[in-house]
């Protein structure tokens, strides 16, 4: 971690241009200066990857994949196990994040794991996954309840999704479901849209309307450099049926 690259990954952020025609186009042009940064700065950005991936069945053997998987962050969260599953997918729009994963497979000598360009709502798989994953990859799918669908298909019965990502809450949730403010409800959504990441009140409970739940968390958290507010995240653990 270093002051520049904080400086370098903040303008990108906040406030140089996104440009494209296409959403891979848009990813692209987001993530290409920023790619060698990123990791460092999403540590700090983007609570609770290691929580989530330290309680899937990833167990020997197991076919993961990880859809929005950018640089292949998730793996290190169970780096010795990563040899032992059968096949990892890492599928990304991005090409220079997908890169970060290449380079870290051939420091790790990770051979299972594969490095895909494809869109998470159309990747598809000759054989079952045992597990899939999103994190902090919904929010920044446009048709996020096509990759929600895509992942049900991709898994086996009894196969496992995993989610974390940002979020708001509807104006009127579910009873035992938070609750958040208006300025909350306004505030993060259009911040985040600078950047194409969309909050959504509806991920919730679309992934309970379409998984068995096994575990479901909400909490906040502090952003690096903002303070003064805090943004809601949730983490899901679902079984297909
Ligand atoms: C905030 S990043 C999260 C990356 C990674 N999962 C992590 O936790 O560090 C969101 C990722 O979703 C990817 N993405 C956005 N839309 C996508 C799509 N339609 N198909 C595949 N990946 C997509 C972006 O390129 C980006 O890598």
Redesign the pocket.
Known sequence: MSTIADLRTLYRLTVAPVRGRT??ER??S??HQQAGD??SF?ERL?PG?RELVQQLPLREGAVWV??????G??LEFVRDLVPKLSKVYV????PS?LEQTRQRCERNGWTNVEAIA????R?ELPIQADVV?????L?????WFA?VDRAIELLKPGGVFGA?DFFVSRKHPEIGYAKHSWFTRTFWPTWFAFDN?HLHPDHVRYLHRHFECRRFLEFTTRLPYMPFARVPWYLFVGRKA
């Open positions: 959403h891979a990813m692209e987001f993530y990123y990791d999403r983007l990857r990880d859809l929005g998987g950018g640089t962050a998730n599928v990304d729009l991005a994040l494809a869109d998470a709502t990747f994953t999103c994190s902090y990859s929010t920044m799918i446009p048709d990759a974390v990441v």
